[in-house]
């Protein structure tokens, strides 16, 4: 309780603290879903979590990947769920999902704690719906992004985003690149 306390107080008096680690940190949605809240990933959204993400974080010396919780009642990241695992299989990781979307600070204190032990990078899939928390919570601002709002929306209308966040804590925005599945990057990005 008092160090929760003492935590949140930190953090409001120093939001930057929230992701201060020198482990390179990745971050991605989930991959296409069906529309009508249909369960599952498209077939282009099983391409890119089955045959374009693991070629590129073969080679990212990652040691973690932090998923939310999926919840089967609500829906919440179990395409976040779904995108994650090919990847964590083909590294022989497995997700850390104790982190519901609900909390505010689970993924920084996660990261925090990780960072300690490990110089090893981190990639977090979160579900796009959820990203704009997510973003706030590690207070990551989108590079170009004047709106906060649009964070949560630029993820969900484009799946192929990847988000770094190196040593020198500036954030990169880039696309996955995913042959055949993803075009040029928009002027917007
Ligand atoms: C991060 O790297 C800097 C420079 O190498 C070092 O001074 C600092 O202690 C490191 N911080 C953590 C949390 O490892
Ligand atoms: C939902 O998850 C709970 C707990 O993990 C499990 O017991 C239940 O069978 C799941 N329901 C469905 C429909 O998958
Ligand atoms: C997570 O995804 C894997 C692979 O799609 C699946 O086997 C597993 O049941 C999923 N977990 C949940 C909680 O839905
Ligand atoms: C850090 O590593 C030590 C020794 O391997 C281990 O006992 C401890 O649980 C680890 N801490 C975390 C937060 O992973
Ligand atoms: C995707 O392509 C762009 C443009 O060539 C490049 O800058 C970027 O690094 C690529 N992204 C990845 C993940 O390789």
Excluded at 11 to 17: F, I, Q, Y
Excluded at 73 to 89: H, Q
Excluded at 122 to 130: H, K, M
Aim: glycine share 6%.
């Amino acid at each position: 309780m008092r160090i929760t306390t003492v935590l949140s107080t930190i953090a409001l008096l120093s939001p930057a603290l929230a992701v201060s680690i020198n482990n390179t940190l990745y971050i991605i949605g989930n991959a296409e879903t069906p529309s009508l809240d249909l369960p599952g990933l498209t077939p282009i959204g099983l391409r890119r979590a089955q045959d374009c993400i693991p070629p590129i974080f073969a080679d990212l010396n990652l040691g973690l990947i932090i998923s939310c919780k999926p919840n089967n009642k609500t829906g919440t990241c179990m395409s976040a769920n779904d995108t994650a695992v090919p990847l964590a299989a083909s590294l022989g990781l497995v997700p850390d999902n104790h982190c519901a979307t609900s909390s505010d600070s689970c993924v920084s204190t996660t990261l925090t704690k990780y960072a300690k032990n490990s110089t090893q990078a981190v990639l977090v899939v979160w579900d796009s719906a959820e990203m704009d928390d997510l973003l706030e919570g590690l207070d990551i601002d989108l590079p170009g992004g004047d709106d906060d709002d649009d964070n949560a929306d630029i993820f969900s209308f484009h799946a192929d985003l990847l988000l770094i966040k190196n040593l020198k804590q500036t954030v990169i925005e880039t696309s996955m690149n995913c042959t055949g599945i993803d075009g040029p990057a928009p002027d917007d990005l």
